[in-house]
């Protein structure tokens, strides 16, 4: 019951955070559209491209991981495949997930601090447009969230239904 609930959980968040993440990569093909007709025909410009672009691919970037991991589509080293017996992958297999899952708490303990100080102080950032930065550390901090959740999800899958395979495509 548990492990199917986490399962659910974690199919949900990653595909909230790959569905943002694709609607930010519209966005910002149109903002950046938008610029070069701006600039090119109007002698205008928005003035915050590059910053809110560049928001945008951080956010994007945080809010894909945990889809990535659920799909199995990250850079891996496959060496688990050569070890020895089936207890042995599982074992290395939550070890890894086990480590990355602590790495990731401390990353976003410490993301889900500067969030909150960020917000408390109605930060800004240093430029024309004066964005609340807390926008930013939000986007990030649940991102690592979602990977959390995907990454114990894993943990879960790896113990009950052993190392699943990795996706491949071509050669």
């Not at 990653?14 to 025909?41: D, K, P, Q």
């Not at 910053?51 to 850079?75: C, D, P, Q």
């Not at 690592?144 to 879960?156: A, C, D, P």
């Amino acid at each position: 019951m548990v492990r199917r609930g986490m399962y659910a959980a974690s199919a949900i968040c990653s595909g909230i955070g790959i569905w943002v993440s694709a609607g930010l990569l519209i966005y910002m093909v149109i903002h950046v559209n938008l610029e070069i007709i701006l600039r090119s025909f109007f002698n205008s410009s928005t003035s915050s491209m590059s910053e809110f672009t560049g928001y945008a691919m951080g956010a994007m970037t945080y809010l894909s991981i945990a889809h990535t991991l659920k799909a199995r589509k990250h850079v891996r080293v496959s060496l688990i495949k050569a070890l020895p017996g089936k207890r042995l992958a599982v074992a290395v297999e939550v070890f890894c997930l086990t480590a990355t899952f602590v790495v990731i708490a401390f990353v976003a303990r410490n993301i889900w601090t500067i969030l909150s100080r960020d917000f408390t102080r109605g930060s800004v950032s240093p430029t024309l447009m004066q964005t609340p930065t807390w926008y930013i550390d939000a986007a990030v901090c649940t991102g690592l969230v979602f990977l959390l959740l995907q990454l114990f999800s894993s943990v879960l899958e790896a113990i009950y239904d052993g190392v699943p395979e990795d996706a491949v495509e071509g050669d």
